[in-house]
């Protein structure tokens, strides 16, 4: 019996495997690592999950027309270690975040900080110089 349900359990992990390796992308392959942008805005949906947490931020663009930017940030428990919460962005929230921007031009960005109109910032990652 020990057997067979270590057998299951090996085919699980095997099944499961794959999937979570063609799932991830590495940063390199959706941001620029030498290009950072800043953005101001509303908090229209929060993702506090893994892989990463997600913030999508509307954004009025230079022709005054709202763009959703989509801003990711590392895994919830490397979070957590920062302080960060689930409740540390909400939906509402105006906030500016600073980071990497997305490859191609897209609406993309890696977060490095989020800065509260009373000035509180959360560090998700550190800069690197250029």
């Not at 509303?42 to 954004?59: C, D, G, L, M, S």
């Not at 490397?78 to 302080?83: A, E, Q």
């Amino acid at each position: 019996m020990l057997r067979i349900l270590l057998a299951v359990s090996a085919i699980g992990l095997l099944l499961c495997g794959p999937a979570s390796v063609v799932a991830h992308h590495s940063f390199a392959a959706e941001f620029l690592p030498d290009e950072t942008g800043t953005i101001s805005g509303v908090v229209t949906q929060v993702w506090f999950k893994n892989p990463h947490a997600r913030y999508y931020i509307e954004v009025s663009d230079d022709d005054g027309q709202v763009v959703t930017w989509d801003t990711r940030a590392n895994s919830p428990s490397l979070l957590v270690r920062k302080g960060w919460t689930k409740e540390s962005i909400k939906v509402g929230d105006q906030v500016t975040v600073h980071g990497y921007l997305g490859r191609d031009g897209r609406k993309l960005m890696s977060i490095i900080t989020v800065t509260f109109p009373d000035g509180t910032v959360l560090r998700d990652k550190q800069e690197e110089p250029n």
